[in-house]
């Protein structure tokens, strides 16, 4: 019976089991040591790695400052180790929409260098409270130049606010004094910072950025949510349901060849070619030509 127990208790099965359970007991006392040892490594020198200085380098930031910086990150006296830097530039872009690059660097052991640069601003976005004139809304090519209704300055009550958006079409700021931009009307929206504009209206702000390489624009409105008429000083009206590359293309060839054509006439026939207005909207652009005088 002897020989009969021995065989068993060297049976392939129970000598797997054994290694096993030496395997986890010696996992888990080398668990214990590691944490141990983790203890007492910051029990040592847990302050030689609690951050002791931020260095901020704000670059023509407009919605924040040194102190708003610090109360809103609040660094001091924390571990570096401990410090997300994906965590922290989300939360400083939901507190301070103007920022755009923010650059983290950690310099061990005890300092964090934070560099902030403002957006860009575009256009400004300039919100008029009024309810449209379906009067002032005929669109007729053959009659638009003619419409100063078009492109009138409403008084300053009508004015529910100012935006300034950049590139991108986000909204970053209310402030437009620090700005010299182009400035589109558009009809009362809600939109707060650290929104994004809806498709059309970025669309217009990129037709109003773009146009500033031919000039000066005097003027720009959104109609009906869904034209731009903006003043060049020519009339110009987009659609903002098309291309605004291929519109914007058209118009230089039109003002290429316009400019073209009165080298060709005396100045008083060069009157006789003045551009009053130009249509975008359709697929063969509409030219309304005027004489200086009318």
């Known amino acids: 019976m002897f020989k009969r127990h021995s065989r068993l208790l060297r049976r392939p099965g129970f000598e797997s089991n054994k290694k096993i359970f030496s395997a986890n007991k010696l996992i888990a006392i080398s668990l214990v040591f590691f944490l141990i040892l983790i203890g007492l490594v910051f029990s040592v020198f847990g302050n030689f790695f609690k951050i002791k200085n931020i260095d901020l380098n704000l670059k023509k930031v407009e919605c924040a400052d040194q102190n708003s910086i610090n109360s809103s990150i609040n660094l001091l006296g924390k571990q570096i180790f401990f410090v997300n830097n994906l965590i922290l530039q989300k939360d400083l872009r939901k507190k301070f929409p103007c920022l755009e690059k923010i650059e983290i660097t950690k310099k061990f052991p005890n300092q964090i260098s934070i560099n902030l640069t403002n957006r860009v601003g575009q256009v400004i976005l300039k919100q008029i409270n009024i309810a449209t004139d379906s009067s002032t809304l005929n669109l007729n090519p053959q009659t638009i130049s003619s419409q100063?209704?078009?492109?009138?300055?409403?008084?300053?009550?009508?004015?529910?606010?100012?935006?300034?958006?950049?590139?991108?079409?986000?909204?970053?700021?209310?402030?437009?004094?620090?700005?010299?931009?182009?400035?589109?009307?558009?009809?009362?929206?809600?939109?707060?910072?650290?929104?994004?504009?809806?498709?059309?209206?970025?669309?217009?702000?990129?037709?109003?950025?773009?146009?500033?390489?031919?000039?000066?624009?005097?003027?720009s409105k959104i109609l009906e949510d869904?034209?731009?008429?903006?003043?060049?000083?020519?009339?110009?009206?987009?659609?903002?349901?098309k291309d605004p590359n291929y519109q914007l293309a058209s118009l230089q060839l039109i003002l290429q060849k316009a400019k073209m054509n009165s080298t060709d006439f005396s100045p008083q026939e060069k009157d006789l070619k003045m551009i009053e207005s130009i249509d975008l909207r359709f697929d063969k652009p509409i030219v309304i030509y005027s004489p200086k005088n009318k």
């Open 226 to 241: 869904k034209f731009l008429i903006t003043e060049i000083p020519q009339k110009v009206i987009f659609s903002l349901e």
């Open 148 to 219: 100063t209704a078009l492109l009138k300055d409403y008084p300053d009550s009508s004015v529910s606010g100012y935006l300034v958006v950049d590139e991108t079409g986000f909204v970053f700021s209310k402030d437009i004094n620090r700005w010299q931009l182009p400035q589109i009307d558009i009809q009362y929206k809600k939109i707060n910072l650290g929104d994004y504009i809806d498709d059309y209206t970025k669309q217009a702000v990129v037709i109003v950025e773009k146009l500033r390489s031919f000039g000066q624009v005097n003027k």
